[in-house]
């Protein structure tokens, strides 16, 4: 079965630091590409970022970049977002997707991360 696993949200204060998890599995990690989603209160999801597991090339959203990194171990499938230096306009649920041949779009569950003073 096909499954992403998002992990490693909660709550800091302005200018902190979490590590977000996407474990996946049922697939073949290397042949695709994994990327984070964040969904604000009655907007819609928009991308953060997103890696190529194959080569680890990389995109970031214009408003993340040089804070963010996202990355990825092929070992343990994951793919991981460091999120740094957050902002509270940072806050949302946080969503890894991917899109795998024969299945369509998965996405993991939520992780909620708040950036509250």
């Known amino acids: 079965e096909v499954q992403l696993q998002a992990s490693g949200g909660g709550s800091v204060q302005p200018g902190g630091s979490l590590r977000l998890s996407c474990a996946a599995s049922g697939f073949t990690f290397n042949d695709y590409a994994i990327a984070w989603f964040r969904q604000d209160p009655g907007k819609e999801r928009e991308p953060i970022s997103c890696?190529?597991?194959?080569?680890?090339?990389?995109y970031y959203k214009a408003s993340v970049k040089g804070r963010f990194t996202i990355s990825s171990d092929s070992a343990k499938s994951t793919v991981y977002l460091q999120t740094n230096s957050l902002k509270p306009e940072d806050t949302g649920l946080y969503y890894c997707h991917a899109n795998i041949w024969g299945y369509g779009p998965r996405w993991g569950q939520g992780t909620l991360v708040t950036v509250s003073s």
């Open positions: 890696i190529r597991n194959s080569d680890g090339t990389s």
